[in-house]
């Protein structure tokens, strides 16, 4: 906001508002003696909306402030609309590695046991199988940090200058925007994901195939991050908040990885 600005806040929902978020049939009759406010709120409301919109708008409304002018205001009624679309009240469920949503992604099984769709994006969780040899290079997240809790194997965890080597029954914290990368050290190994905020499987699932089986792919032809090129993988990585590191930084960052 500039200096000697004049702003208000935003009006608490009025009737006619809530009439056209319920059934899109705004009221233009007195458009002309409205405020810029109202006018702005009516234009930016298209479709037949449901309670569940009002009640985020009315959440959000009395936190925003607009110059007089209302020219902030369609770009953050919008905003709210979307936001409003996107949520929805989480259902419980129970759910076991199946068919059904398991991938085969670069010689790994992952099943995905939530996903962005079953909790409004809040975290990803997957059971994942994978064999050694086929683990991603080091990479770094912007967005999301990773929690592992193997079942069974063991690996080792390079980051933040340090090597965890994490067995059977034993976790490991992986926060955002800080570089790593895992090294199986048993022949696989078995463990649970939990990414925090969701999405990033999204970004696996759309360059996976669907498991022919609920085992680890061993087919010859099996493309993996060491044999596959990964021109598009780091593409779709990048899209996601993902980035794998140069070799240069893999030194820096992590001296004892082996390279």
């Known amino acids: 906001m500039?200096?000697?600005?004049?702003?208000k806040m935003l009006p608490f929902i009025g009737?006619?508002?809530v009439a056209h978020l319920l059934n899109g049939r705004p009221n233009?009759?007195?458009q002309a003696e409205t405020s810029p406010v109202a006018r702005a709120q009516s234009d930016a409301l298209a479709k037949p909306r449901s309670w569940e919109n009002v009640r985020v708008l009315q959440r959000w409304t009395l936190r925003f402030f607009v110059d007089t002018k209302g020219?902030?205001?369609?770009?953050?009624?919008?905003?709210i609309l979307t936001e409003g679309?996107?949520?929805s009240t989480p259902r419980a469920y129970k759910r076991s590695p199946a068919l059904s949503n398991s991938t085969w992604y670069k010689g790994m099984l992952h099943s995905r046991m939530a996903g962005t769709a079953d909790n409004n994006g809040a975290f990803d969780f997957v059971i994942s199988t994978i064999r050694r040899g086929t683990e991603p290079p080091p990479h770094v997240h912007s967005r999301e940090d990773e929690f592992f809790y193997v079942s069974s194997g063991e690996m080792r965890v390079y980051v933040d200058g340090e090597v965890f080597t994490v067995k059977a029954g034993e976790c490991v914290f992986l926060p955002r925007l800080k570089p790593h990368a895992w090294v199986i050290t048993s022949e696989a190994i078995r463990m649970m994901t939990l990414i925090t905020p969701g999405g990033f499987t999204d970004a696996l699932i759309k360059m996976s195939a669907p498991a022919g089986r609920m085992e680890i792919p061993t087919d010859a032809d099996t493309m993996t991050y060491a044999n596959a090129d990964l021109t598009e993988t780091i593409k779709v990585h990048e899209q996601y908040g993902v980035r794998l590191l140069t070799l240069e930084e893999i030194r820096r960052e992590m001296p004892r990885y082996p390279v």
């Not at 500039?2 to 702003?7: A, D, F, L, R, V």
């Open 15 to 17: 009737p006619e508002l």
């Open 2 to 7: 500039t200096k000697g600005q004049k702003t």
């Open 71 to 79: 020219e902030n205001l369609k770009m953050s009624i919008a905003s």
């Open 28 to 30: 233009r009759e007195n």
């Open 85 to 87: 679309q996107q949520s």
